[in-house]
C-alpha cells in the first residue's frame, strides 16, 4: 500500500483497542509509524492482545469506559483520528441485555464522538453495522436502503448513524459510519456465550467436536477478512473531504465486506478443508442442526461499490484466502 492510502505519522485513537478488530488497527497503525492510544474498559477485549504493543513508545492505553466523559476527553486529546471501535457486540447479548448494549452502544458512543468534536479532530470513523438493513430482502444491501431493525443491537448501530450524522450536521466534525459486514480473523474471540460463528466453529472442529449450525445451513452472509476492514478504516479516515462526501453534510456511511455471500454449509466445508491440513481427522467430522436463532436474518450481501468509488476500497482477500489465512492462524495460537 502506498502511502496516500495510509495513516502515517498521526496520533490515533482506537476505542475498543483490545478487541478483535481494535487490536488489529493498533497492530497496522503502530507498523506505519503513527503514534496509537488505545481506550478499553476490557469487557469483551483482552490484555493478550494488546501485550505486544506495551512496550512500544508509540502506544498508550487508557484502561477506561466510553461511558466515562472524563475518559473519553482524556484519550482523545492531541489525536487526529478517531477509530471509534469500542461496543458490546453480538445481537443475542442484546437480546438478553438491551439496556446495558444501548448504555455502552448509544450512550458511550455519543459521550466519544462529543469528546472528538471538542477535540476538533480531523475525522471521526466509527465502527457501523450491516444489522441496520434489518428485515428488508433485498439483495445486495445498499447504504440508501434499509429495513425495520430486528434487534436492540441493530437499533444501537442505527442510532450511532443518526447521532454522528447530526454532530456533523450541527457541529461540523466529519464523521464516517461502516458497516462491517461479519468481519473475521486472528485474534478474534473464540470463547464465550457471544462468540462469532467463524472462531467457534474452528475451535470446535479442532477439538473434533461437532460444530451446531442454526437452522439448515442455508443462511448465508458476507464474511470479510480483518485485513480488508484494516484498509478501509485507513482510507475513510484520510480520503480527501471532496471525494469523500457527497453534499455539505459530512457524514456519510459505506458497506464494508467483500461482496460474495457464502452459506454456513459452505462455510462449514471450507474450515473442515483448511483445517485438516494440519489434522487430517478434522475432515470427519459431522455437524449438527439447531433452530433458527432469533433475531438473525437469513441473507446478507453487501454492494461495495460505494466504498470502491468514494474511498477506493478494494479489498484484498477473498473469503476463502481470509479462511485460510484465520484458519493457519488459529491453528498455530490456540493448539
Ligand atoms: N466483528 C464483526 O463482525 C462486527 C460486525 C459489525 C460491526 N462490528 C462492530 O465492530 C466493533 C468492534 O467489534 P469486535 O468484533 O472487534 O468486538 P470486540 O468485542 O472484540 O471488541 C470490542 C472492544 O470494545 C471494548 N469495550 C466494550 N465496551 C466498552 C466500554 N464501555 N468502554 C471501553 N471499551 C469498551 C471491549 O473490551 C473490546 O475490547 C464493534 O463496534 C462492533 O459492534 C463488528
Keep these: 500500500m502506498n502511502n496516500q492510502r495510509i495513516i ?3 496520533k490515533v485513537l482506537v476505542t475498543g483497542g ?18 496509537v492510544v ?9 490484555r493478550k492482545n494488546i501485550t505486544p504493543f506495551l512496550s512500544n513508545k508509540n502506544f498508550t492505553l487508557i484502561e477506561g469506559d466510553i461511558r466515562n466523559y472524563d475518559d473519553c476527553k482524556k484519550a482523545v486529546a492531541g489525536c487526529e483520528y478517531v477509530l471509534h471501535q469500542a461496543a458490546l457486540g453480538s445481537v443475542p447479548r442484546s437480546i438478553k441485555d438491551p439496556m446495558l448494549s444501548t448504555d455502552v452502544n448509544v450512550g458511550g458512543f455519543v459521550k466519544m464522538l462529543f469528546a472528538a468534536k471538542e477535540a476538533k479532530v480531523k475525522r471521526f470513523v466509527y465502527a457501523a453495522s450491516s444489522s441496520t ?59 464465550g456465550a457471544y462468540a462469532a460463528v467463524i472462531p467457534k466453529f474452528v475451535i470446535t472442529l479442532m477439538m473434533h467436536e461437532s460444530p451446531t449450525i442454526n437452522g439448515d445451513g442455508t443462511y448465508s452472509r ?26 455539505d453534510t459530512k457524514h456519510e456511511v459505506f458497506n464494508i465486506a467483500f461482496g460474495e455471500r457464502t452459506n454456513l454449509n459452505e462455510l462449514v466445508e471450507i474450515l473442515k478443508e483448511n483445517l485438516s491440513l494440519f489434522d487430517a481427522k478434522i475432515k470427519d467430522v459431522q455437524v449438527k442442526h439447531g433452530p ?22 478494494n479489498p484484498k482477500f477473498s473469503v476463502k484466502d481470509g479462511l485460510k489465512e484465520a484458519c493457519g492462524w488459529y491453528w498455530r495460537n490456540l493448539k
Excluded: W
Design 18 to 35: 483490545a478487541g478483535f478488530i481494535g487490536s488489529n488497527l493498533c497492530e497496522a497503525l503502530l507498523e506505519q509509524d503513527n503514534k
Design 38 to 46: 488505545c481506550l478499553d474498559n476490557f469487557m469483551t477485549g483482552h
Design 292 to 313: 433458527n436463532r432469533e433475531g438473525d436474518i437469513p441473507h446478507s450481501l453487501a454492494s461495495i461499490e460505494k466504498a470502491k468509488k468514494r474511498i477506493s476500497y
Design 133 to 191: 438493513y434489518g428485515d428488508h430482502p433485498d439483495l445486495p444491501k445498499v447504504e440508501e436502503i434499509i429495513g425495520n431493525p430486528l434487534s436492540p443491537y441493530a437499533i444501537t448501530k442505527y442510532t450511532d448513524e443518526l447521532y454522528a450524522k447530526n454532530f456533523s450536521y450541527i457541529y461540523g466534525i466529519q464523521t464516517v459510519g461502516l458497516r462491517y459486514f461479519n468481519v473475521f480473523g486472528r485474534r478474534q474471540d473464540p470463547n
Design 222 to 247: 458476507d464474511f470479510t477478512y480483518i485485513d480488508n476492514v484494516i484498509q478501509a478504516n485507513q482510507l475513510a479516515a484520510i480520503t480527501i473531504k471532496e471525494k469523500l462526501y457527497k453534499s
Design 8 to 10: 502515517t505519522k498521526s
